[in-house]
């Protein structure tokens, strides 16, 4: 299984798919699937001392984007809400801005892979591509 021995964090503000990435994640075979919905909930969790093996991260949240939660995870800096290290494993968005423009313009911003919410069927391939 892909995910097998690997722990992975889900962060979505619609709570409504929360169930359902659940399904999928666990049977991908993750040892760990953990699921919020906001940026600090994530930043909490890696503060306690989780380490993922891949983040899959909602952009447009509210309080804070996905994509300022991965620049502050990636940085090398003080921050008010992350003041850990230089967090190196795979950070996925996972958005409904779908157009190419915008795929390119997420990975540009840093994140490792892209996936759009209308492009589930593609979750697995791009968790293994993240988790090689």
Excluded: W
Aim: aromatic letters at 10%; a negative charge.
């Amino acid at each position: 299984m892909i995910g097998s021995g690997k722990k992975i964090i889900f962060i979505d503000d619609n709570t409504i798919i929360h169930n359902m990435m659940r399904k999928k994640l666990e049977a991908f075979g993750f040892d760990t699937v953990d699921i919020g919905d906001s940026a600090t909930y994530l930043f909490d969790k890696i503060k306690n001392g989780n380490v993922y093996d891949l983040i899959l991260l909602d952009d447009m949240m509210p309080n804070m984007s996905g994509t300022e939660a991965m620049k502050i995870l990636k940085a090398k800096m003080q921050h008010e809400v992350y003041n850990g290290p230089k967090y190196e494993n795979p950070i996925i968005v996972f958005t409904s801005n779908e157009s190419p423009a915008d795929k390119d313009k997420y990975l540009e911003a840093g994140f490792d892979e892209y996936l759009g919410k209308g492009e589930i069927s593609e979750l697995e391939n791009i968790i293994k591509k993240a988790v090689q």
